[in-house]
T-cell receptor, first 119, second 114 residues
């Protein structure tokens, strides 16, 4: 079964530019997450979707970050305008039934991430 | 509020030896799950093992086992027979049952020495 797909893998932009990341979750997973992982830290949840609705976006800097999951499948995360401190790895994860052998429906499976560097 | 503490920023282990990575947590939830993930230099977070707070037996998955001590609020990961490919960052995480959101520790970098 295919895992979580993300693109692009790497992105370098100048500050104040905009950038978008794309994620396609594991087939059948209703819950999708975006995390930000700053160098030397653990991932921090930015936003969580259940199907196409937002469950938790309390940590999302809404003045510059936005995310959508219009059809309840793939999702995009946008930053506009980017700041230097947004340099990080952006990880997408999904959870739910559909991946045989998972110990719990809450187990999150992650994509390869997008490494963003803001200059 | 949930808090995960990993006190070992870096660990070294000889190939074929066992190693224990420490994790302590704090939560007011009665039912929760504990997870360990491996993050190689490629960046992907790889799920290793899960322990439910009401599970009486410690979880095992191949060479990975979770030493769960509920009263001490610890969930240490034990890797047996270390391999060179085990060199990576290891993250402990927890989340309330049914809520899906995970809280991660700061990670431990494991280096396996030939």
């Amino acid at each position: 079964e295919a895992g979580v797909a993300q693109s692009p893998r790497y992105k370098i932009i100048e500050k104040r530019q905009s950038v978008a990341f794309w994620c396609n979750p594991i087939s059948g997973h209703a819950t999708l997450y975006w995390y930000q992982q700053i160098l030397g830290q653990g991932p921090k949840l930015l936003i969580q979707f259940q199907n196409n609705g937002v469950v938790d976006d309390s940590q999302l800097p809404k003045d510059r970050f936005s995310a959508e999951r219009l059809k309840g499948v793939d999702s995009t995360l946008k930053i506009q305008p980017a700041k230097l401190e947004d340099s990080a790895v952006y990880l997408c994860a999904s959870s739910g039934p559909g991946l045989a052998g998972g110990p719990t429906k809450e187990t999150q499976y992650f994509g390869p991430g997008t490494r963003l560097l803001v200059l | 509020a949930q808090k995960i503490t990993q006190t070992q920023p870096g660990m070294f282990v000889q190939e074929k030896e066992a190693v224990t990575l420490d994790c302590t947590y704090d939560t007011s939830d009665q039912s929760y799950g504990l997870f360990w993930y491996k993050q190689p230099s490629s960046g992907e977070m790889i799920f290793l093992i899960y322990q439910g707070s009401y599970d009486e037996q410690n979880a095992t998955e191949g060479r990975y086992s979770l030493n769960f001590q509920k009263a001490r609020k610890s969930a240490n990961l034990v890797i047996s027979a270390s391999q060179l490919g085990d060199s990576a960052m290891y993250f402990c995480a927890m989340g309330p049952t049914g809520a899906n959101n995970l809280f991660f520790g700061t990670g431990t970098r494991l280096t396996v020495i030939p």
